[in-house]
């Protein structure tokens, strides 16, 4: 991670934002990798990236880890927030996403993913690598695209979330 000013994060999101606003309409904000696990941990990091996005636009959803200093960053400045979990990732006891330079941190088996999916829809809980049973709420589902089944797994879930009778539409409408 690279150590940015709160001035320059502010900017690089505002920016940001109204770079993509030239390309066409944006509803909501997420941040990626690095600067997506800083704003999860790092109250700072977490308002200033808040502050930016209502600064853009106070209509913009502010997508956020479950749990996190961004989500509640997000929710203190009155922003609309996503809580999002992953659907191929695994967690800390403190509601953390495993880090990558961990062996554990991804889940590989599909049926173990769409299991956890699941549950954190319908219950409101993730089992952490630890066993402990962690509260989450999940608003939003992120599912890497990169994946060598990427769009299989993605239909996969729909169909096994429609099946459980879980209402899939897009966050905010």
Known sequence: EQALAAGALGELITGQVEALRELGPVRH??????????????RAAAEVIAAAVYECDRALILFGLAGSELVAAGRARGLRVASEVFADRTYQADGSLTPRTRADALIADENVAVAQVLRMVREGVVRATDGTEVQIV???????????????????????????????????S
């Open 29 to 42: 904000v997420k941040p990626h990798g690095a600067l997506y696990n800083l704003a999860a941990r790092d």
């Open 138 to 172: 999940a608003d939003t589902v992120c599912l890497h695209g990169d994946g060598a089944h990427a769009v299989e797994f993605a239909r996969r879930l729909n169909a096994e979330l429609r099946a459980a009778g879980i209402l899939i539409q897009t966050f905010g």
